[in-house]
Every structure is written in C-alpha cells, then in structure tokens.
C-alpha cells in the first residue's frame, strides 16, 4: 500500500479478511487516540465481534504529512507489517485464514498505488 498521509490526519485503516464481518487483520493508525495519543491499533472480527485489541504506540514516521509505503504479508500463522520507519508489527492470524479475499482502505490516506503479490 502506498499513500500519502492527508493534512491534519486523524488515522486511517487497512482491513484484510473475508468481509466487513470477518477480518484476519485490521490495522489502524490513530494520530490522537483518546487513550494513547499517537498509536497503532492491530484486531481481527469474527462473525461481526471484535477480538482484543493490540496497541503500539511507535508511530515514528506516520506523524506528517508525507508519502509512505506499508508492506503487509500473510506467513502462514501471522502478519508481518513493515511500516516506513523500518519498524515491524507482528499480529497474529487468529482466522488461520491462507487466502484474502476482502480488503478496505479509508480514512486520512490518499492511496496513491496497491499491489497484490
């Protein structure tokens, strides 16, 4: 995914899975959380239910308006984000699913190009 975070940007979010009910991964920048401030929520639904959440709160590299690139790969039992600060997030895949069928992108994040490998 590649992008360019908007001015002002609240956050944004990619979601991988089968549909807006089922999520293996939801990954979500938020640049002023009312809990953390600048953090990155990680989650997966199932059947419409969320599961427990996990926050990071290195968000170095997000906080500006400026183009990115987020690489997100499924390895069997886990996602591994490389985010543009060379930092990594591992969030497990709590679906075992093998194949994505559904992804989303909104928010603050003009996507500038998406490519699937």
């Known amino acids: 995914v590649e992008g360019r ?4 940007a609240q956050g944004f979010q990619i979601d991988l899975g089968c549909d807006e009910n089922h999520l293996a991964l939801h990954f979500n920048p938020r640049f002023n959380d009312d809990t953390d401030g600048a953090v990155i929520v990680c989650n997966s639904k199932i059947d419409g239910s969320w599961g427990q959440e996990e926050r990071e709160k290195h968000m170095t590299g997000f906080l500006s308006p400026f183009s990115l690139k987020i690489v997100l790969k499924l390895t069997g039992d886990m996602f591994e984000v490389e985010m543009p600060n060379g930092h990594e997030i591992k969030f497990p895949n709590r679906h075992i ?7 989303r992108i909104r928010g603050d994040l ?7 490998y």
């Open 5 to 8: 975070i908007l001015h002002e």
């Open 97 to 103: 699913l093998d194949v994505i069928t559904y992804v």
């Open 110 to 116: 003009k996507l500038t190009a998406f490519k699937i």
